[in-house]
């Protein structure tokens, strides 16, 4: 459902949102790496979440992206706004075009009620909350340095 650019900018948007402020920023090439997104990739995004307003910048030898209390109140849905013009909860599960209650494909009544309660979730919710919410459950937003050799 969600493209790469629009998984990309929300993990950057919470990355920033737990780690930065004005005074700590991050750079491209930083957030790239502790995320392990591709850095031209990222760059773009960045760029277009700051021109949006979803995150903050400044320029110079200690600039980078950061983000600010106002930036941390948008939601999730603001960002795939901004990334994917367009409802990306609408479209068929399983790709029909003209899939809806009235003409439902054969897992519409089954997927419908998940797509419903995560764009819920997602217009709601503030980025705050999503970070706090991640570092209450020690969910990653990335899996570089996790061990996988530990014993469960």
Known sequence: MLSNASKYAIRSV?????????IQKFGA???AD??????????????????AKIISSTKGPRGGFF???KDVENSVCTIL??????DVFEPCFMGLP???DENPCPVHHIVAPFKDAILEKFKHQSIAEFSKEIEEKGSYLSLKGIDYNLKL
């Open 98 to 100: 003209r899939c809806g």
């Open 29 to 31: 090439k930083h957030i």
């Open 34 to 51: 502790e995320l392990e997104i591709p850095l031209h990739f990222i760059a773009k995004l960045l760029q277009q979440l700051v021109k």
């Open 81 to 86: 706004d901004e990334i994917e013009m367009g």
């Open 14 to 22: 919470l990355f920033l949102a737990e780690k930065s402020s004005k």
């Open 67 to 69: 983000t600010t209390e």
